[in-house]
């Protein structure tokens, strides 16, 4: 895919014509997907925010980041979600860089275990609405 052809296709997704409803979409995916970024690679401090067990936060993260990317990119999913384990992988590449972080390749599990949730509920949600492909 060459750059031409995302920039006009963010250009679309963002238009008057798909409506605010995509651009929404595609603006907290982006959102969540720098806050997920930012916690994984910043020091632990005392209030960071948490479920309890640290694949559980990677399985949420990365439900919601599929969740988002699915709703943002609909005709897209495979790469969506391929994307976002490579991003996981990214992540955990980073963090063995840091002192005070390090790579788990189980973090990279919970990861996947979280792009599926997040896949099943956008089939959920699109079968509820009538609009599975």
Partial sequence: ???TNWWSDYREAISVKQGNRTALWIWAFGS???VVLVLALMSPVPH???TG???ANHLLAFAVLAWLGCCAYTQRLALVLSGLLAYGALIEILQSFT???FADWHDLSADGLGLVLGWLLTRMQRRKRGQEE
Avoid: H, Q
Wanted: proline share 7%.
């Fill in 1 to 3: 895919m060459n750059e």
């Fill in 48 to 50: 960071m925010p948490t």
């Fill in 99 to 101: 002192s005070y972080r």
């Fill in 53 to 55: 067990w640290d694949k």
């Fill in 32 to 34: 969540v997907a720098l």
